[in-house]
């Protein structure tokens, strides 16, 4: 079971710089991860950290300017669109935003079937997975015929899920896939994606900001900040119990429900970051 | 679930040809496509329907009145003017076609390979567009004629030459705004190639506007082309409506008639041409009204009929006439800062109803207290802040219930909308307003420090010397460590997090008594939102302002509030201090949400909503009963917002 599936290492992405002869911009600076077969990594890191540059590069939407990609044993870092193609049976992805990852002139039943046809599938077996698409992730038979803007976010979501577990895929990138949606909506869907997992042994790499939300479906962790990975690890250790101080402002700063375990957790911050600041000072000096 | 469903074959029809149907719905669509149709049939049958040959001339009876052997009678030659009409019609109609066939043959391949790729194609067909824009073409038109002969289809060959520009830069546009789409990204995750994505994905997106384009070209490329023959340019041994046209002006005195025909024959089909463009506009456009509205009739039908709680509006709104004098507040209230009671506001609909999105509210806020409104998306805690400041769309009516501020009616019992005459002495001098998205809230076009400085010289009446001090003063307070270089700055200059700053600096650098703050911290990351909400309550602690804190994060609430307000479409589902309401909520609703927290809960586990979200309406009306919020009650939800931003559009 716990055979390796993919292993990224040391990739860099640089995009080029605005302007003539403008340094390139570095978005990745050799990063480093794994994920077994089955198993979910989570990918937590602010806005600009580089987390989603990281789930593209694995999909070929980023160009690679450095490091390996392997998956399933194959150097992926730099495929074809021949080998893309093939490579869209194991590989696939649920974008954050579900109001732009669904083409809204087509039918639910067109978007589900292009990745299907597109590897050969008759038209009849086509239809047939379709079905089990819409039951496995809980939409109703009849929205083969609707279009996208008939569905709340929620619903949407579910439709870029079932696009992306067609050809049933061994890796899953889910980029942000519950930011946009409301709370309970958001707790709906991380159902979904439990129990997919639990049913058919896919991996996820698992993009988000939100450490909450990392943690609950992750087996491991991986907290990027400015192109890097700090820290690394069980899920369960890298969330309660950090040890990169990014890690820890991170933990800290999310805030919790309850106003006097937040009033604790603030202390903790403050001082957390008093002690950051007094350590910057000391080292200046 | 498992079942499997019989799917309706028709639905799917259904879908596609709405477009067509809405077109015939619509009655200037309807006559324009009966024109258009009676002219291709006409010109289809010519040969048939034709007495005589379109060159045949009778020599001894020219410009013969109408009626006996020549229905239309004669022109100046003798030839049978019908005949000429029906022939005309093949060829005008032809050659407009050939003319956009020409145009669309150029224009759109070049736009969508310019628009797709890019690079040196699009900078290269770009060049050669602007080129063919800036040429005169009446004056190709004419050169071609004198090199070439005189033949309608050369001269429309090259008009759909001149014209392909607008396809091209129509295309350009279309592509380019969802080239970096993400469904283009996952169908380049399937393997999809460049051409199929083309095909499939953008080639949708430009169809529309290339129907309407198309339909207002023909009636130009016929009208171009009559225009020449009509000065005497075209060939003469071809019956066309612009040689006829011709003809029948050197014979004005002898035969008006002979002028009549080719030009009612041109005026409609140019006519028709253009009406049926904008019936194709405006299906596309209702397309989507349509759509919603058809969405809200089925809500009314589910649970959601509360959502859409249609108050017996038009008559009612009328007879609740804006009083002159101000009614003085109900006793015993006057010391609350703020007081909402049973607040509703609507949007009154095309069929008279109102579509109400909020509903029978209260609540208040003392001084120095920190009220905060929770819901998801659809709730009505906008509409609510926004009713407070004045600030909702044109379209909304205030339909019942009172807010004072200060022991003032701000909306008072009976008005229908909010008095901004009342407001505008409070909004921005007692009542200030932290938005969104920090970004779009900073014009872009002016710098941070003038942004600051303004609005204190107006309220505060201030000179500019003394509201720059104050202004630098803000912005150290809010924790900007170079204030003077964040003063000096434009908006795109600094960061988010540093542009909420300068924001909440603007906020309170009038003294407000009340801050609206409204999703203060979502477009935020972490680390940043804890920096805001820390900056928020040491201001907060400071001034003693009251601050209504419009949120859906129940962490945020945990930190800051002191007292909760839950609300849930449009009404207030619980209230109450914070920590009975997030320690031992009452309402299922609350607990709902409180539930869907990740934070302490076992990972890896479901949150105990682990049966298929209820897929159909049916189920809807029990699912709201109970309070299970499923998906499909989010659609409601969702919808309700979205018709809430469409209004407010």
Same mark, same amino acid.
């Given at each position: 079971?716990?055979?390796?599936?993919?292993?990224?290492?040391?990739?860099?992405?640089?995009?080029?710089?605005?302007?003539?002869?403008?340094?390139?911009?570095?978005?990745?600076?050799?990063?480093?991860?794994?994920?077994?077969?089955?198993?979910?990594?989570?990918?937590?890191?602010?806005?600009?950290?580089?987390?989603?540059?990281?789930?593209?590069?694995?999909?070929?939407?980023?160009?690679?300017?450095?490091?390996?990609?392997?998956?399933?044993?194959?150097?992926?870092?730099?495929?074809?669109?021949?080998?893309?193609?093939?490579?869209?049976?194991?590989?696939?992805?649920?974008?954050?935003?579900?109001?732009?990852?669904?083409?809204?002139?087509?039918?639910?039943?067109?978007?589900?079937?292009?990745?299907?046809?597109?590897?050969?599938?008759?038209?009849?077996?086509?239809?047939?997975?379709?079905?089990?698409?819409?039951?496995?992730?809980?939409?109703?038979?009849?929205?083969?015929?609707?279009?996208?803007?008939?569905?709340?976010?929620?619903?949407?979501?579910?439709?870029?899920?079932?696009?992306?577990?067609?050809?049933?895929?061994?890796?899953?990138?889910?980029?942000?896939?519950?930011?946009?949606?409301?709370?309970?909506?958001?707790?709906?869907?991380?159902?979904?994606?439990?129990?997919?997992?639990?049913?058919?042994?896919?991996?996820?790499?698992?993009?988000?900001?939100?450490?909450?939300?990392?943690?609950?479906?992750?087996?491991?962790?991986?907290?990027?900040?400015?192109?890097?990975?700090?820290?690394?690890?069980?899920?369960?250790?890298?969330?309660?119990?950090?040890?990169?101080?990014?890690?820890?402002?991170?933990?800290?700063?999310?805030?919790?429900?309850?106003?006097?375990?937040?009033?604790?957790?603030?202390?903790?911050?403050?001082?957390?970051?008093?002690?950051?600041?007094?350590?910057?000072?000391?080292?200046?000096? | 679930?498992?079942?499997?469903?019989?799917?309706?074959?028709?639905?799917?029809?259904?879908?596609?040809?709405?477009?067509?149907?809405?077109?015939?719905?619509?009655?200037? $669509?309807?006559?324009?496509? #009966?024109?258009?149709?009676?002219?291709?049939?006409?010109?289809?049958?010519?040969?048939?329907?034709?007495?005589? +040959?379109?060159?045949?001339?009778?020599? $001894?009876?020219?410009?013969?009145?109408?009626?006996?052997?020549?229905?239309?009678?004669?022109?100046?030659?003798?030839?049978?003017?019908?005949?000429?009409?029906?022939?005309?019609?093949?060829?005008?109609?032809?050659?407009?076609?050939?003319?956009?066939?020409?145009?669309?043959?150029?224009?759109?391949?070049?736009?969508?390979?310019?628009?797709?790729?890019?690079?040196?194609?699009?900078?290269?067909?770009?060049?050669?567009?602007?080129?063919?824009?800036?040429?005169?073409?009446?004056?190709? *038109?004419?050169?071609?004629?004198?090199?070439?002969?005189?033949?309608?289809?050369?001269?429309?060959?090259?008009?759909?030459?001149?014209?392909?520009?607008?396809?091209?830069?129509?295309?350009?546009?279309?592509?380019?705004?969802?080239?970096?789409?993400?469904?283009?990204?996952?169908?380049?995750?399937?393997?999809?190639?460049?051409?199929?994505?083309?095909?499939?994905?953008?080639?949708?997106?430009?169809?529309?506007?290339?129907?309407?384009?198309? #339909?207002?070209?023909?009636?130009?490329?016929?009208?171009?082309?009559?225009?020449?023959?009509?000065?005497?340019?075209?060939?003469?041994?071809?019956?066309?409506?612009?040689?006829?046209?011709?003809?029948?002006?050197?014979?004005?005195?002898?035969?008006?008639?002979?002028?009549?025909?080719?030009?009612?024959?041109?005026?409609?089909?140019?006519?028709?041409?253009?009406?049926?463009?904008?019936?194709?506009?405006?299906?596309?456009?209702?397309?989507?009204?349509?759509?919603?509205?058809?969405?809200?009739?089925?809500?009314?039908?589910?649970?959601?009929?509360?959502?859409?709680?249609?108050?017996?509006?038009?008559?009612?709104?009328?007879?609740?006439?804006?009083?002159?004098?101000?009614?003085?507040?109900?006793?015993?209230?006057?010391?609350?800062?703020?007081?909402?009671?049973?607040?509703?506001?609507?949007?009154?609909?095309? +069929?008279?109803?109102?579509?109400?999105?909020?509903?029978?509210?209260?609540?208040?806020?003392?001084?120095?207290?920190?009220?905060?409104?929770?819901?998801?998306?659809?709730?009505?805690?906008?509409?609510?802040?926004?009713?407070? *400041?004045?600030?909702?769309?044109?379209?909304?009516?205030?339909?019942?219930?009172?807010?004072?501020?200060?022991?003032?009616?701000?909306?008072?019992? $009976?008005?229908?909308?909010?008095?901004?005459?009342?407001?505008?002495?409070?909004? $921005?001098?007692?009542?200030?307003?932290?938005?969104?998205?920090?970004?779009?809230?900073?014009?872009?076009?002016?710098?941070?420090?003038?942004?600051?400085?303004?609005?204190?010289?107006?309220?505060?009446?201030?000179?500019?010397?003394?509201?720059?001090?104050?202004?630098? +003063?803000?912005?150290?307070?809010?924790?900007?460590?170079?204030?003077?270089?964040?003063?000096?700055?434009?908006?795109?200059?600094?960061?988010?997090?540093?542009?909420?700053?300068?924001?909440?600096?603007?906020?309170?650098?009038?003294?407000?008594?009340?801050?609206?703050?409204?999703?203060?911290?979502?477009?935020?990351?972490?680390?940043?939102?804890?920096?805001?909400?820390?900056?928020?309550?040491?201001?907060?602690?400071?001034?003693?302002?009251?601050?209504? *804190?419009?949120?859906?994060?129940?962490?945020?609430?945990?930190?800051?509030?002191?007292?909760?307000?839950?609300?849930?479409?449009?009404?207030?589902?619980?209230?109450?201090?914070?920590?009975?309401?997030?320690?031992?909520?009452?309402?299922?609703?609350?607990?709902?949400?409180?539930?869907?927290?990740?934070?302490?809960?076992?990972?890896?586990?479901?949150?105990?909503?682990?049966?298929?979200?209820?897929?159909?309406?049916?189920?809807?009306?029990?699912?709201?009963?109970?309070?299970?919020?499923?998906?499909?009650?989010?659609?409601?939800?969702?919808?309700?917002?979205?018709?809430?931003?469409?209004?407010?559009?």
């Amino acid at each position: 079971m716990n055979e390796r599936l993919l292993s990224v290492d040391d990739l860099v992405v640089e995009y080029p710089g605005k302007g003539f002869r403008a340094e390139p911009f570095r978005a990745l600076k050799g990063v480093s991860i794994a994920i077994d077969q089955g198993r979910t990594l989570g990918l937590v890191g602010e806005s600009g950290s580089g987390k989603t540059t990281l789930g593209r590069a694995l999909l070929g939407l980023a160009p690679v300017s450095g490091g390996t990609v392997t998956f399933d044993g194959r150097d992926i870092s730099h495929a074809s669109r021949r080998q893309r193609r093939e490579l869209s049976r194991d590989l696939q992805v649920v974008f954050q935003d579900p109001y732009t990852s669904l083409n809204p002139a087509m039918e639910v039943g067109d978007i589900l079937a292009e990745p299907l046809t597109i590897q050969g599938t008759s038209a009849t077996a086509a239809n047939q997975r379709i079905r089990e698409l819409l039951d496995r992730v809980g939409l109703p038979q009849d929205s083969v015929h609707r279009r996208p803007r008939e569905f709340s976010g929620g619903q949407r979501q579910r439709v870029a899920i079932a696009r992306a577990l067609a050809l049933k895929p061994k890796l899953i990138v889910c980029d942000e896939p519950v930011s946009a949606l409301d709370l309970t909506t958001q707790a709906r869907v991380l159902d979904l994606f439990l129990e997919i997992q639990r049913d058919t042994g896919v991996a996820y790499l698992f993009i988000s900001h939100d450490l909450d939300v990392v943690r609950h479906i992750s087996h491991d962790v991986a907290v990027m900040y400015r192109g890097d990975i700090v820290e690394q690890g069980r899920a369960e250790l890298v969330t309660r119990t950090p040890e990169h101080p990014y890690t820890q402002r991170l933990l800290l700063a999310s805030p919790v429900p309850d106003p006097d375990r937040q009033a604790e957790r603030r202390r903790n911050r403050r001082r957390l970051l008093d002690a950051e600041a007094a350590d910057l000072s000391a080292s200046a000096a | 679930m498992t079942q499997p469903v019989d799917i309706d074959p028709r639905a799917g029809a259904m879908v596609r040809s709405s477009l067509v149907k809405r077109i015939f719905t619509n009655p200037l $669509g309807i006559i324009a496509v #009966a024109i258009l149709a009676i002219m291709i049939l006409a010109a289809t049958f010519a040969a048939l329907l034709a007495p005589f +040959d379109q060159n045949f001339a009778d020599i $001894g009876n020219t410009l013969a009145a109408p009626g006996g052997e020549h229905l239309l009678g004669t022109d100046s030659a003798g030839r049978d003017v019908w005949s000429r009409l029906l022939y005309g019609a093949q060829l005008t109609l032809l050659s407009a076609l050939l003319c956009a066939a020409v145009a669309i043959g150029i224009g759109l391949p070049a736009g969508l390979i310019a628009g797709y790729y890019g690079g040196p194609f699009d900078t290269g067909a770009s060049w050669f567009t602007n080129l063919l824009m800036s040429l005169p073409g009446i004056i190709v *038109l004419l050169s071609a004629r004198a090199a070439l002969g005189p033949s309608v289809w050369i001269s429309m060959i090259m008009f759909g030459i001149l014209i392909s520009p607008g396809y091209y830069r129509l295309t350009r546009t279309a592509v380019q705004s969802v080239r970096n789409e993400l469904y283009v990204d996952a169908a380049r995750v399937a393997g999809l190639g460049d051409g199929r994505i083309i095909t499939r994905h953008i080639l949708s997106v430009v169809r529309a506007p290339l129907i309407i384009q198309t #339909a207002m070209v023909l009636g130009v490329a016929i009208a171009v082309q009559s225009g020449l023959e009509f000065l005497g340019l075209g060939n003469p041994a071809e019956a066309t409506w612009g040689v006829m046209l011709s003809d029948g002006f050197r014979n004005v005195y002898l035969s008006p008639q002979l002028f009549v025909w080719p030009v009612l024959a041109i005026g409609l089909t140019i006519g028709a041409l253009v009406l049926l463009g904008n019936a194709v506009r405006d299906a596309l456009e209702d397309g989507q009204k349509i759509a919603k509205a058809k969405r809200r009739a089925t809500d009314a039908t589910g649970a959601v009929a509360a959502v859409d709680a249609r108050v017996p509006a038009a008559s009612d709104v009328r007879t609740r006439a804006v009083s002159a004098a101000l009614p003085a507040v109900e006793a015993g209230t006057e010391h609350h800062l703020l007081r909402v009671s049973n607040l509703g506001v609507g949007y009154p609909q095309a +069929d008279g109803s109102v579509r109400s999105v909020v509903r029978n509210v209260s609540f208040h806020v003392d001084r120095g207290e920190v009220v905060g409104i929770v819901g998801e998306s659809g709730s009505g805690k906008s509409q609510t802040a926004f009713s407070i *400041l004045g600030l909702l769309p044109d379209t909304a009516r205030i339909t019942g219930g009172t807010i004072q501020f200060d022991g003032a009616y701000t909306v008072a019992p $009976g008005d229908e909308r909010v008095s901004q005459t009342r407001l505008r002495a409070l909004r $921005g001098r007692r009542i200030a307003y932290i938005p969104q998205e920090p970004m779009s809230n900073l014009d872009p076009a002016y710098r941070v420090g003038s942004q600051l400085v303004r609005p204190m010289m107006l309220v505060l009446g201030i000179s500019r010397a003394e509201a720059t001090r104050r202004a630098l +003063d803000l912005l150290e307070k809010v924790g900007i460590a170079d204030p003077k270089r964040t003063f000096d700055a434009y908006p795109h200059e600094i960061s988010g997090g540093m542009a909420q700053r300068v924001l909440i600096a603007g906020a309170i650098s009038c003294e407000p008594d009340l801050i609206i703050a409204d999703e203060p911290t979502t477009a935020l990351d972490v680390t940043v939102q804890a920096e805001v909400l820390d900056l928020l309550r040491d201001m907060q602690k400071e001034l003693g302002v009251g601050v209504i *804190l419009v949120t859906h994060n129940f962490g945020v609430v945990a930190d800051l509030a002191d007292r909760v307000v839950v609300m849930q479409h449009g009404s207030v589902v619980e209230a109450g201090q914070v920590r009975d309401i997030l320690r031992d909520p009452r309402d299922v609703y609350t607990r709902t949400l409180l539930d869907s927290m990740l934070e302490g809960k076992e990972p890896m586990t479901t949150l105990g909503s682990s049966a298929p979200a209820a897929p159909v309406v049916p189920t809807l009306a029990d699912a709201a009963r109970v309070g299970l919020i499923t998906d499909v009650a989010a659609t409601a939800s969702t919808e309700t917002n979205e018709a809430i931003e469409e209004v407010a559009r």
